[in-house]
T-cell receptor, first 113, second 115 residues
């Protein structure tokens, strides 16, 4: 069965420090992986995706994520956090042969000035 | 703005009334997904539709809930005889047809409150 785990409910980072939001997944076939961000009272905004190719993918707002097949992980990273990065972050996975997106429970990212 | 449009943004209903939530997908998108989100929680899949077809409604309660995506006009999520437990944010997402490596694009949601 497909599943996504975001092991941290909340991540606290000081402004200017690097940040990592963790995501691990489980699928039978090849994974399509996505990160989304949600600001208060808004819908989810697409940040980046991994389909194939380079394991390091770059996305919006300076975010990047590294696909690690052996560890079945797709952690979201940013070298230098901004206060405006504070939001809810969701990881999602889809098997290449399946339309349905499986969502993680979300990680609240708090960036302190 | 060519994004996914949902209306209304906020909807208040009394118990027993009907709630109708509308979603216009992005231009050129023929696939629509509905999700439900409770405060501080993730998304729960409800239903996946293409024009005039329900592809997967496995996440939708069998009673009181229905969804449609007609040939013309927006997709509608309908909740009959609402109860307090229906209070949530309901999000619609759309994607181009047939390409599962494409991201879904989300509207800003409808926040449903049941009095």
């Amino acid at each position: 069965a497909q599943s996504v785990a975001q092991p941290e409910d909340q991540v606290n980072v000081a402004e200017g420090n690097p940040l990592t939001v963790k995501c691990t997944y489980s699928v039978s076939g090849n994974p399509y992986l996505f990160w989304y961000v949600q600001y208060p009272n808004r819908g989810l905004q697409f940040l980046l995706k991994y389909i194939t190719g380079d394991n390091l993918v770059k996305g919006s707002y300076g975010f990047e994520a590294e696909f690690n097949k052996s560890q079945t992980s797709f952690h979201l990273k940013k070298p230098s956090a901004l206060v405006s990065d504070s939001a809810l972050y969701f990881c999602a996975v889809r098997e290449d042969s399946n339309y349905q997106l499986i969502w993680g429970a979300g990680t609240k990212l708090i960036i302190k000035p | 703005n060519a994004g996914v449009m949902q209306n209304p943004r906020h909807l208040v209903r009394r118990r027993g009334q009907e709630a109708r939530l509308r979603c216009s997908p992005m231009k050129g998108h023929s696939h629509v997904y509905w999700y439900r989100q409770l405060p501080e929680e993730g998304l729960k899949f409800m239903v996946y539709l293409q024009k005039e077809n329900i592809i997967d409604e496995s996440g939708m309660p069998k009673e009181r809930f229905s969804a449609e995506f007609p040939k013309e006009g927006p997709s509608i999520l309908r909740i009959q005889q609402v109860v307090r437990g229906d209070s949530a944010a309901y999000f619609c997402a759309s994607s181009p047809g047939g390409q599962h490596n494409q991201p879904q694009h989300f509207g800003d949601g409808t926040r449903l409150s049941i009095l």
